[in-house]
């Protein structure tokens, strides 16, 4: 049973752009939910969905969004952005939201320059 | 607020040697969950474990619900052991979202 998985996996943007990051989930998993990982804030929770529906966000600037197709992938995406978004961004799926265990992708490492 | 604390910060071992890391939580936590996160970034699913205790070979979890704390023991530990461990759960007090600490990050030397 294939993984999580995450494209791209590295990419460089320049402040003011914006970027588009995908994640296809294990295959039956209906949950999908974003973190950002970076050296002085941590592992933090961007948002879940599940059906469709963004269940949950956390403490993120509206320039974070996403959204979550019928076949359950999942796309972030970040507009404008800033120096301080760069990070690595990882994705998990799970059978159920907010609940279950989670299975993470290898993550996409975002530079800002 | 919420918070996941995590102990000890840095732990160096000799190959071979056992070692137990920590997490604290505090406030009630469900969907205890305990990760190794590789060198390229990957979060690897070591343990689910909610309450109870799970053995995996060398390692093994146990998580006390109701005083709120996870232990994560390492036995006869590898280099390939080294990284950063994360423990995470989800904290009703915290709008239902996974809580990360901050990692224990485990070098092992041979």
């Known amino acids: 049973k294939a993984g999580v998985t995450q494209t791209p996996r590295y990419l460089i943007k320049t402040r003011g752009q914006q970027v588009t990051l995908s994640c296809s989930p294990i295959?039956?998993?209906?949950?999908v939910s974003w973190y950002q990982q970076t050296p002085g804030q941590g592992l933090q929770f961007l948002f879940e969905?599940?059906?469709?529906?963004?269940?949950n966000k956390g403490n993120f600037p509206g320039r974070f969004s996403g959204r979550q197709f019928s076949n359950s992938r999942s796309e972030m995406n970040v507009s404008t952005l800033e120096l301080g978004d760069s990070a690595l961004y990882l994705c998990?799926?799970?059978?159920?939201?907010?609940?279950?265990?989670?299975?993470f992708g290898e993550g996409s490492r975002l530079t800002v320059l | 607020g919420i918070q996941v604390e995590q102990s000890p910060p840095d732990l160096i071992l000799q190959e071979g040697a056992n070692s137990t890391l920590r997490c604290n939580f505090s406030?009630?936590?469900?969907?205890l969950q305990w990760f190794h996160q590789n060198p390229w970034g990957q979060l690897i699913n070591l343990f689910y474990?909610?309450?109870g205790t799970k053995q995996n070979g060398r390692l093994s979890a146990t998580t006390v619900a109701t005083e709120r704390y996870s232990l994560l023991y390492i036995s006869s530990s590898q280099t390939t052991d080294s990284g950063v461990y994360f423990c995470?759960?989800?904290?009703?007090?915290?709008?239902?979202?996974?809580?990360f600490g901050g990692g224990t990050r485990v070098l092992v030397k041979p």
């Open positions: 995470a759960g989800v904290i009703k007090a915290a709008g239902n979202k996974l809580t």
């Open positions: 969905y599940f059906s469709e529906t963004q269940r």
């Open positions: 295959s039956g998993h209906r949950s």
């Open positions: 474990i909610p309450s």
């Open positions: 998990a799926s799970s059978l159920r939201q907010f609940t279950g265990e989670l299975f």
């Open positions: 406030d009630s936590v469900n969907n």
